[in-house]
């Protein structure tokens, strides 16, 4: 039994990555039958409509993907002045001059297709006499006729728009004749596409050529061009330009599913490009809505904390929508679910209960998740992670912060004390040797931010390297603190806290104090695979912190 030409309508098909369907020889080349007589059943004629003098092709012309854009954006302006104008009781012949979907909306017919019209002609030149009506206004004038020979089976195979054409059961599916009617800037598109239902393949190679392509092959239903175009247009280099470009077109098409790899790979290039939003504050703050949403969604941001996160999302978000109703509604709606609210500092989290960006109920929902998480066991964590990992929303997936999240938990009597957890996985470790360090985010006690230091360093004999953890007291004000420090890590057998290390130090800003070799190992034992302190490759420490009232110095 052979194989069915795989393009015709299997949902399953669609489905399939155009690198495996688009261009494969399981499709056939059918291009030889092309505009040939000897192997076609039908004539298509296609009547090329006149229009402004400015008008043409889209990629004629267009230099650059952002050219090609505001040329685009010009003709969804003029087609929606030219239905305005148009005729349409006096018509006869429909025509494929669809609106872009955004031109759709509140429509009251928003899954118009494009259509056509069968009938006999007497002859290909009494079809092109131009004693036609006009039906439209200003630019509906058949300027130009194309005729050529198709075979309906390999349209209809191509494309639900000519099986539909081709097989209504009606007595026009049985006429020899077929009319399109274009748009002057469609003919080039047209005639590539078509080419391409025969031979899978195209002869343009430009990022504006393919995207023409691409919006024909929307319009006329041909799944297969589509991923064919968008697999082509994921080989070009892009820009931030064209990243923004493709990011629009699921809301710009009919068949979304078809460009959905070229959109995924639009994200994860803006998401490299702007992994440090630092480096291009400016480029940045001047991207649209879903540049950012791009950039946020990413695990790989190079961010301090996700406390900078936030605080950034809130400067874009007051500098693109002053008015406060419209930022309220673009922050709770879209950007708040890129914000990963169980990964930031319990002293941010205060500031957005109190924060009017935020309508309050949208505010406490979610700090109440976020601190609910915080509340949850480890494992139970990994596994909310870990199913989430898989969804859209990822507020528990842990990116790759250059401040580590620690669990800290806060006593006022009978003394001020803290107790605080830091986890970090094998692979972290072993990224730090051979002199590498880690920082914990800040923790607060008696109103002052200190930090934990994880470094892979020598021992003080210079002779091997090991594991060292530091406590250090951030730069801020005149004020000492004397303080009780102890260093704990969890141990197998019993996977219980052990103590490795008893200090007292009196801290002034910026100082820090810890022990060069916490477990007593060279580095190698330390990361080995029998090492007790790895339980299920993760190092487990624990600081805890005390300051007595009358230790604190004031100067």
């Not at 400067?315 to 609210?341: D, H, M, N, T």
């Not at 996985?425 to 002052?448: I, M, T, W």
């Amino acid at each position: 039994m052979t194989k069915s030409n795989t393009d015709l309508f299997d949902p399953r098909t669609e489905m399939e990555s155009d690198d495996s369907r688009a261009g494969s020889a399981s499709d056939g080349d059918f291009r030889f039958a092309f505009n040939d007589s000897n192997f076609s059943d039908r004539l298509l004629q296609i009547e090329i409509m006149g229009g402004s003098a400015g008008d043409r092709p889209d990629g004629d012309g267009c230099t650059s993907i952002a050219d090609w854009a505001r040329h685009r954006k010009r003709r969804r302006e003029d087609i929606k002045k030219d239905n305005d104008l148009s005729i349409g009781a006096e018509e006869q012949i429909l025509t494929c001059n669809q609106p872009d979907m955004d031109d759709c909306v509140g429509s009251e017919n928003q899954d118009e297709e494009p259509e056509a019209m069968i009938e006999e002609f007497p002859s290909g030149d009494e079809a092109a006499d131009g004693n036609e009506p006009k039906w439209n206004v200003d630019c509906s004038t058949v300027v130009r006729v194309v005729t050529l020979h198709i075979s309906s089976p390999i349209l209809a195979a191509k494309s639900p728009f000519f099986y539909k054409l081709f097989s209504n059961g009606m007595r026009e599916s049985e006429q020899r004749h077929v009319t399109l009617r274009i748009n002057a800037n469609e003919e080039a598109a047209l005639m590539e596409l078509l080419n391409f239902m025969y031979s899978n393949t195209l002869s343009t190679t430009t990022a504006t050529g393919l995207l023409d392509v691409l919006m024909a092959a929307d319009k006329f239903e041909v799944a297969s061009c589509m991923r064919y175009c968008s697999r082509l247009l994921r080989n070009i280099t892009m820009t931030p330009e064209s990243a923004l470009l493709y990011l629009e077109l699921p809301s710009s098409v009919l068949m979304a599913e078809a460009v959905q790899p070229l959109t995924d790979a639009a994200k994860q290039y803006l998401a490299a490009r702007y992994k440090d939003m630092t480096k291009a504050q400016e480029e940045v703050m001047a991207l649209p809505l879903a540049g950012i949403e791009a950039i946020l969604s990413s695990d790989e941001l190079q961010v301090a904390s996700e406390d900078a996160v936030y605080d950034f999302v809130l400067k874009w978000a007051r500098c693109q929508y002053p008015r406060l109703e419209e930022r309220r509604e673009v922050l709770g709606s879209c950007l708040a679910r890129f914000i990963r609210f169980p990964y930031m500092t319990c002293r941010k989290l205060k500031k957005v209960l109190t924060c009017s960006d935020f309508d309050h109920d949208v505010a406490s929902k979610l700090v109440l998740e976020a601190l609910f998480f915080k509340a949850e066991a480890p494992h139970r964590q990994r596994t909310l992670a870990a199913e989430e990992s898989a969804a859209l929303n990822r507020r528990f997936v842990e990116r790759a912060y250059k401040y580590r999240p620690v669990k800290v938990v806060e006593f006022e009597l009978p003394r001020q004390q803290c107790v605080v957890y830091l986890d970090l996985k094998r692979d972290e470790c072993a990224n730090l040797f051979p002199c590498g360090r880690v920082y914990s985010q800040a923790f607060h006690l008696g109103g002052q931010g200190f930090f934990l230091s994880a470094h892979c360093n020598m021992d003080q004999q210079s002779s091997f390297h090991c594991f060292g953890l530091f406590l250090g007291m951030q730069e801020k004000g005149s004020v000492s603190f004397a303080v009780d420090y102890e260093f704990a890590a969890r141990s197998k057998p019993t996977e219980e806290f052990i103590s490795k290390y008893k200090g007292n130090y009196t801290f002034t800003g910026g100082k820090a104090v810890g022990y060069r070799n916490l477990f007593a190992m060279h580095w190698t034992s330390f990361m080995a695979e029998d090492s007790p302190y790895f339980i299920n490759g993760v190092l487990h420490l624990r600081a805890e912190l005390t300051i007595r009232p009358d230790l604190a110095i004031r100067h």
